[in-house]
């Protein structure tokens, strides 16, 4: 219970008790942060400290003003209840003391804040009959009031007159000199040495600071009920934490027990063909030996020497071909050892990175609840405090301590908005994912191993301008059309269309750009009215949002791609040296600066953390990070004329593949695709193109990866065959 709506029959001597000395208050002086010590506790603590003083009990500085306790502020709250208390002790230990009216030495019956002063029973009757003495009567305390144990400090501040002026001593101080650090004065100091200060009327004043004070503790209440839930829910994240890491672990478990149970099942089929072959190999060569010895049996006497020549080349016809199938399924089963090895070390990577952020997690909840738990204790205080100098009806009470109450709560509740404004983030964990093999060396066909037109886009001379597959096999181009209208179109690899939505471009040119995103979802971009939208293939729905309103910005899209793992998707625009980041409803979640040297990007890929990028201007190939940051330059093909990077994706095992060409228009024959290495860029292929080619996505067709490479014109999708060098 706070001690404004208390009983004072409730507070005991320890209220009124120094923590320093552990005696009663001497002249109690109040801290800003609220505490209060005795003045001569604290000229020692000063003394101790040569003038470097803390608080004792919250260790926050303090100014001295002048090396001494004197500059400090007198608690005239704690004094009316050491005063009180004094009072209540002589009346129950039944002291005598002089009367202030007639002198005689009794056993105290009253008291009158007003004299100052004990009274007799005769002078307290005196006191309530006598006219002249009128205006004392609602100053006088009585043994009978003390013992009704119901008196307040409400009350008690009732009981009290204002302070008599300094100066003027017979004089009450109605007035407060504001310029003097709120110092009581009467009206008569006004025409004297405060004559030019800034003057407020007491009562006044305190009107003024009680109503601040009043919406001060609301806001702290406000606070310390925020703060209170925030604790509560960072003991649930706590919890959170804990399932969310071990969820996490259980992920990996899963994830790489089944690709190790299938590399030991591809294992034994490879051990089993090893065998096989190795069988079928000896039946051959033996039958063939078989079928050649009976022939040299019928000529031996003729043949003998040649007979003994043919049997000494089977034997080592046979053992090279034996030598060459044992190094081919050598190699298959490297690749997969070491493809086990990798998975286990990233496994142990993963649980390990996990494990320590789950640790750092925990630490940082535990802190916060600690400090949060600390911030309410401190708030209580101050609701205390402040709820006390609201209920006093003292008005210099108010006057004095306010500001400061008012002015510890601010500091407090900013320490606490600043503690738990990002509690929430403390779910979030890194990325981790398997990565499952380094990129090998691929050769891609020279010519297409498949190519069919695509119906109504050859025949209506319609553009096309991207193409994205999902793993199921789903392939969307996107374009223009002559009547000046996007498409988005889901096209089978004979040419055929099974689903085609429209779009409107504002009558200008009708790009249109695409990127797999997840599910049967694929994200959409249009160039001239800057629309970006999800396209579902499955029931051939589309809905989008205007990227100029995102981002308050006349701007125009040229490339898209997205990572629906992460919920990205990314957009380059026209003259603008950022990316976009939105999430899966279409919100700007953030933006990517990119390096000066990228002025105008022609095409973009994202790849776990990673966005390449072909350049228009500087006609480079980049890889850059999700922050912006430039991770290495890929080289470029030492082809005559293929010098711009034109389209770039890529392939399961992470590989890169860029399309060079010697220009944009692709109206020229020269054409090369480059792959390189996901991780430094390096270059493993080169692989020349007889056909003018656009842009490119991977897929899978029975079971094996290929490259789409759909023209630009002429509406012919092209599949490309992907084999181990």
């Known amino acids: 219970m706070a001690i404004a709506v208390a009983l004072l029959e409730d507070i005991d001597d320890k209220f009124c008790q120094c923590c320093l000395c552990f005696k009663q208050y001497t002249d109690p002086r109040q801290l800003p942060c609220l505490h209060r010590y005795c003045s001569g506790c604290l000229d020692e603590e000063i003394q101790r400290t040569h003038g470097d003083l803390k608080c004792p009990l919250c260790q926050q500085e303090v100014d001295v003003p002048k090396d001494s306790a004197e500059g400090l502020k007198k608690d005239f709250f704690m004094n009316e209840i050491i005063e009180f208390l004094d009072i209540k002790k002589s009346f129950q230990d039944e002291e005598t003391h002089e009367c202030g009216d007639c002198s005689k030495v009794v056993k105290a019956r009253s008291y009158c804040f007003k004299c100052s002063e ?3 029973d005769g002078c307290h ?14 100053y006088l305390l009585t043994l009978k009031d003390v013992k009704t144990k119901n008196l307040t400090l409400q009350k008690l501040s009732s009981l009290k007159q204002a302070p008599m002026c300094k100066i003027h001593q017979d004089d009450v101080s109605r007035l407060c000199c504001k310029t003097c650090e709120n110092m009581p004065i009467c009206t008569a100091c006004t025409y004297g040495g405060h004559k030019s200060h800034e003057i407020e009327d007491a009562i006044s004043l305190a009107t003024v600071k009680k109503e601040n004070l009043r919406n001060q503790l609301a806001k702290i209440q406000w606070s310390t009920d925020k703060i209170q839930q925030a604790v509560k829910k960072t003991l649930q994240l706590e919890k959170d934490v804990v399932a969310t890491a071990d969820t996490k672990i259980a992920e990996l478990d899963h994830d790489a027990g089944e690709e190790l149970n299938k590399i030991g099942k591809d294992l034994e089929v490879v051990s089993k063909e090893r065998s096989n072959v190795a069988k079928q190999i000896r039946d051959k060569w033996g039958g063939e030996r078989e079928r050649r010895q009976q022939a040299f049996e019928d000529q031996m006497k003729r043949l003998k020497k040649e007979q003994d020549e043919m049997e000494q080349k089977f034997e080592s016809d046979m053992d090279r071909h034996i030598e060459k199938s044992n190094e081919t399924y050598s190699k298959k089963e490297s690749k997969l050892l070491s493809k086990q090895g990798n998975v286990e070390k990233q496994l142990y990577g993963g649980k390990a990175l996990i494990s320590k952020e789950k640790e750092n997690k925990l630490k940082r909840t535990e802190g916060a609840i600690v400090n949060g738990k600390s911030r309410i204790e401190r708030m209580q205080n101050l609701v205390e ?7 006093s009806e003292n008005n210099w009470t108010a006057i004095q301590n306010a500001d400061r109450v008012c002015a510890a709560s601010e500091s407090l509740i900013q320490e606490l908005d600043r503690e738990f404004s990002e509690i929430d983030k403390v779910l979030e964990y890194p990325q981790v ?3 499952l093999g380094r990129a090998e060396k691929m050769k891609i066909s020279v010519r297409p191993v498949d190519e069919a037109v695509i119906e109504k886009i050859t025949g209506m001379r319609w553009v096309i301008n991207g193409v994205a597959a999902a793993p199921d096999g789903t392939v969307v181009i996107t374009g223009g059309t002559r009547q000046k209208q996007a498409h988005i179109s889901v096209v089978k690899l004979d040419g055929r269309i099974s689903k085609q939505k429209l779009i409107g471009s504002n009558n200008q040119i009708p790009y249109c750009f695409c990127a797999f995103f997840r599910n049967d979802e694929f994200a959409i971009a249009t160039h001239c009215n800057a629309n970006i939208g999800l396209y579902n293939a499955d029931n051939n729905t589309y809905h989008s949002t205007d990227l100029r309103k995102v981002i308050n910005k006349e701007v125009k899209v040229w490339c898209i791609t997205a990572d629906g793992s992460n919920d990205q998707i990314i957009v380059r625009c026209s003259n603008d040296p950022v990316l976009y980041v939105l999430s899966g409803k279409l919100q700007l979640t953030r933006t990517i600066n990119l390096p000066q040297i990228i002025k105008s990007p022609r095409d973009i890929v994202v790849n776990n953390d990673t966005i390449f990028i072909c350049c228009k201007t500087s006609r480079s190939a980049y890889a850059v990070d999700m922050e912006g940051g430039l991770l290495h330059e890929l080289p470029s093909p030492d082809i005559r004329n293929c010098t711009r990077p034109f389209s770039v ?25 480059l792959q390189y290495r996901p991780d430094d860029g390096s270059l493993l292929t080169t692989t020349p193109l007889r056909t003018v080619q656009g842009w490119m996505a991977p897929t899978e067709i029975d079971g094996a990866e290929k490259l789409l490479l759909p023209s630009q014109f002429g509406g012919m999708m092209r599949v490309y065959g992907l084999e181990e060098d």
């Not at 009757?125 to 609602?138: G, I, Q």
């Open 118 to 120: 004990f009274l007799c």
């Open 385 to 391: 405090t402040g709820s006390n100098i609201l209920v």
């Open 433 to 435: 994912r398997l990565s």
């Open 649 to 673: 994706c890529t392939s399961n095992d992470g590989s890169v593949y860029v399309l060079w060409v010697a220009g944009f228009a692709l109206s020229m024959q020269d054409c090369v695709i």
């Open 125 to 138: 009757e005196y006191h309530m009959t006598k006219k002249s003495l009128k205006e004392h009567r609602p």
